[in-house]
């Protein structure tokens, strides 16, 4: 099958940091890729490079599109005093140019030359193709199916809110149905309805589909290849059978380092044996023979130059192995709830947020009777009584008991990390009361760098009753940083690793209650899939607020909706 896209040992920087290391790829025709990875690992760079609007530092990118290529930036950039027609007109202006032809060599048809009519031929043949006749048909299908069907064309593009411009420009997209369609992360600011009609557009497409994206529901249903961006090795790795066949490879990958380490602890604890014990089992107490101590004595020394020989080349393997160990694979991901010690104090109403070189990453309210060391509390954990803050929040009546579970959605605007962060104690409400009982961890949606010095370790280990080796020793458990990490500046960090410190926190702090704010956010996709498996574990309160819709569908509890600051009952 020929090749559409062709990568060849492409690097590529961003300042002085490198994303990607002479990366080689392919993608055939007709395919449909997902390009996956963590915040900030260079998904867009790549994008960017396959579509043409970049180009690499080293290596070559060859796309062959003789249908065209449209691309979707994830923010569009359009004119706010041209109005929505314009840029309907400006998204089909091939098809616009391809049409004004055809009608100009109509004109000339009768009695035409043979160079004329064989280039009307190709050129409506390609216009078929392209579904020109059939475009602006498309434009209103598309409107339509992603919630903005309201829109007039003579509306002025400034007037349109961020999520609106992008659906605008997604439907231009589709209505213009290039070959090849280059889209990134295209099911923002999209709703369930809108993202149903898009993912079956992108699988009527006859062409090739390359979408940068981290829902994986879409990427379930479209992508039957994904390339997964690889921040550690600047590296792009390919997945066959789409996003089922990235889990498959990783759980096949993940056994084969737990058999490996498996092995290395038996042969390291074998050769540490023999070595121990076989010298000190050389000839002693064999009789003689003939009473010949001549040959008694030669024989013995045959016998421990070769058990001598051996215990040597085991020593030496043994070396190799510790200098060259098999790490241990990480455990699974644990949120640890606070143990059942007897009856609990009556906590604080406070829920300060963790100050600590990334902020928000695990506020806590702790027993006045207990403290850290205290056992969990039982009963009502936090309590909302007619809390307002502004006109962004209103809450009459809400409460949170010990082993609750709850999940949040809504759209941008609902009010839904206001609610966490007056739930933790990071944010005072304007009017109501708000009472915490108990210790309450808190992964808020972003997370600032306060100190942007301070290294990945300190940051982790800050108010730990641990040993510094203790702590690096538990955050490697966790499998979310290597050991070269450890020591870097956490200003240096990427989103997604400055995520990663944040949920590492909230993991080495037991807690009564986790408020999680978008904790899908940022994250590798594997990594998702690893934390959903974690609060399915949790056996504490649990509230979380995220827009992922395999999390909710997943999810085992309450499921609410907010919407306009308000959570109906």
Not at 35 to 48: F, P
Not at 442 to 454: D, H, S
Request: proline share 4%.
């Amino acid at each position: 099958m020929p090749t559409q896209i062709s990568v060849r040992g492409v690097t590529k920087a961003r300042g002085d940091r490198l994303l990607l290391d002479g990366v080689s790829l392919t993608v055939r025709p007709g395919e449909r890729i997902g390009i996956v990875g963590e915040n900030g690992a260079g998904k867009s760079t790549l994008l960017n490079l396959l579509a043409g609007r970049a180009r690499p530092d080293q290596g070559e990118v060859t796309t062959v599109a003789e249908g065209g290529a449209g691309f979707l930036a994830q923010t569009p950039h359009l004119p706010s005093d041209h109005c929505v027609g314009d840029a309907i007109d400006h998204a089909l202006s091939e098809l616009r140019a391809m049409e004004r032809r055809l009608r100009d060599l109509e004109s000339a048809l009768d009695g035409a030359s043979d160079t004329t009519l064989s280039e009307y031929g190709d050129l409506l043949t390609a216009y078929e193709l392209r579904g020109g006749y059939e475009a602006d048909a498309r434009v209103d299908k598309a409107m339509h199916g992603l919630g903005l069907a309201h829109v007039n064309r003579a509306r002025r593009l400034g007037s349109l809110s961020g999520g609106e411009q992008a659906r605008l420009g997604l439907a231009c997209l589709i209505a213009a149905a290039p070959e090849v369609m280059f889209l990134d992360e295209p099911t923002n600011h999209l709703d369930e309805g809108a993202l149903d009609w898009l993912e079956a557009a992108l699988l009527a497409h006859r062409g090739t589909v390359v979408a940068v994206s981290h829902d994986r529901i879409f990427l379930e249903r479209v992508a039957t290849a994904i390339l997964e961006v690889d921040e550690a090795r600047r590296a792009v790795v390919r997945y066959g059978d789409g996003y089922q066949g990235l889990l498959a490879e990783r759980a096949a990958a993940s056994k084969r380092w737990e058999q490996a380490y498996a092995q290395w602890c038996e042969e390291t604890r074998r050769l540490e044996e023999f070595t121990l014990t076989t010298a000190h089992a050389v000839a002693g107490g064999r009789g003689m023979k003939d009473n010949n101590k001549m040959a008694y004595d030669r024989a013995g020394g045959r016998v421990q130059a070769s058990v001598a020989g051996r215990v040597r080349n085991a020593q030496e393997r043994l070396r190799r192995l510790h200098d060259d160990p098999v790490p241990k694979p990480p455990e699974p991901l644990r949120f640890t709830a606070r143990p059942l010690v007897g009856a609990a104090g009556t906590a604080r109403a406070a829920g300060a947020a963790d100050t600590a070189g990334t902020a928000g990453t695990a506020g806590t309210a702790e027993d006045e009777g207990g403290g850290r060391g205290g056992g969990a509390v039982e009963g009502d954990l936090v309590t909302l009584r007619d809390v307002r803050v502004g006109d962004r929040l209103h809450v009459p009546d809400l409460t949170v008991a010990s082993g609750h579970r709850l999940l949040i959605h809504g759209g941008n605007g609902a009010g839904k990390s206001t609610l966490l962060r007056i739930m933790a104690g990071v944010l005072e409400p304007d009017e109501g009361t708000v009472v915490r009982r108990g210790r309450i961890g808190y992964l808020a949606q972003e997370i600032p760098v306060r100190r942007p010095t301070e290294r990945v370790l300190a940051t982790f280990g800050k108010g730990l009753p641990l040993t510094e080796d203790e702590q690096a020793e538990l955050l490697l458990s966790y499998g979310l940083f290597h050991p070269r990490d450890l020591h870097v500046p956490v200003g240096s960090l990427s989103a997604g690793q400055r995520r990663r410190l944040a949920l590492a926190r909230l993991l080495a702090r037991p807690a009564d209650l986790l408020l999680l704010d978008e904790p899908a956010n940022h994250l590798a996709l594997t990594l998702v899939e690893e934390l959903e498996k974690a609060l399915e574990r949790w056996t504490g309160a649990l509230v979380v607020v995220s827009h992922d819709r395999l999390l909710r569908r997943r999810f085992t509890g309450r499921i609410r909706r907010m919407e306009s600051g308000r959570l109906p009952t």
